[in-house]
């Protein structure tokens, strides 16, 4: 399927933003998950605080949304089942810092 990750990032980057990361995927397309990877917050987050840290003489604009698992089932499963090294761009060398 070209329904990856870095595709998915392209169509977010066609409707006009410079830079994409920390993007879930599934949120544009449910089939995306393959069930190795949940709502990752640390990840987000981490990939956010990195873009504050880029260094940039031009203002930028930021659109940070975070997303959570829904339901009392499904954040249960996201704590416990998931690890926040397993992102929709694939797994992290480390653990995201936040």
Same mark, same amino acid.
């Given at each position: 399927?070209?329904?990856?990750?870095?595709?998915?990032?392209?169509?977010?980057?066609?409707?006009?933003?410079?830079?994409?990361?920390?993007?879930?995927?599934?949120?544009?397309?449910?089939?995306?998950?393959?069930? +190795?990877? *949940?709502?990752?917050?640390?990840?987000?987050?981490?990939? &956010?605080?990195?873009?504050?840290?880029? %260094? /940039?003489?031009?203002?930028?604009?930021?659109?940070?949304?975070?997303?959570?698992?829904?339901?009392?089932? +499904?954040? *249960?499963?996201?704590?416990?089942?998931?690890?926040?090294? &397993?992102?929709?761009?694939?797994?992290? %060398? /480390?653990?995201?810092?936040?």
């Amino acid at each position: 399927s070209k329904y990856t990750y870095e595709y998915v990032k392209s169509l977010v980057k066609e409707c006009g933003f410079d830079h994409v990361s920390g993007l879930y995927a599934e949120n544009l397309r449910h089939d995306f998950n393959d069930g +190795s990877f *949940s709502h990752n917050m640390e990840w987000i987050t981490h990939e &956010a605080i990195q873009e504050m840290k880029r %260094d /940039s003489d031009e203002p930028w604009f930021m659109y940070y949304n975070p997303t959570v698992p829904h339901g009392a089932e +499904s954040v *249960s499963r996201a704590l416990t089942e998931f690890s926040c090294m &397993a992102t929709p761009s694939g797994m992290l %060398d /480390s653990k995201p810092s936040v």
